[in-house]
């Protein structure tokens, strides 16, 4: 991919204003990259992205009093122009990678790493490139090896491991999806096969684990 020809237009999205305030500092010298807006809410940064359609959103995963909040966001802003999605965190773990993922980003930089590796990961987001750090990378590669390895269900299989997620029994999830009792039962055998399972709790979180559902 060719290099960009002009600054990198970046929104920073961080529910503390010093935390704000310091990523611009450092960004604002930064050849290549330019801070046009910031925000610290979830309405603050819709709007933000809406007016300036930045080249990279920089998004402070615990933006609110938990990590749903900034998924959410993530995943609202993805869909829209200007919104590919750097997100940066504290605490990583597989299941926050998983969701963060899912939700859309472009990349995950854990909050510790040192100032190049953001600038280099800004600039590989603008090109349309996926941005990790040593950490984040090596758990990224870790479920991407599982995700290979898991077994492939059935669309109708993957609706009834979410029913039974949700804790419907067979009868209720034979009415939720039009299908008899024996019909349920059946496809529920075939998942605890697939998955190794023992019971249909077990199903669920190692389905969960292998980013079934």
Known sequence: MTAPTRPTRVVLVDGHLMMRQGLRALLHGEAGVAVVAEAGTTGEAVAAVAATRPDVVVLDIRLGAAEEEGIEL???????????????????TESLMLAVLRAGARGILVKDSDFTALVRAIIDVRSG????????AAVAAKLLTRTRNA??????ERDILSLIARGLSN???????????????????NLMRKTGASSRTEAVFKAGRLGLI
């Open 74 to 92: 993530c995943r609202r802003l993805s869909r829209e122009p200007g919104g590919s999605v750097l997100v940066l965190t504290t605490d990583l």
């Open 171 to 189: 009868r209720a999830i034979g009415g939720r999806l039009y299908i008899s009792e024996t019909t349920v039962k059946f496809h529920v055998a």
């Open 129 to 136: 490139r996926s941005a990790f750090d040593s950490r984040t």
């Open 151 to 156: 077994p492939r269900l059935t669309r109708r």
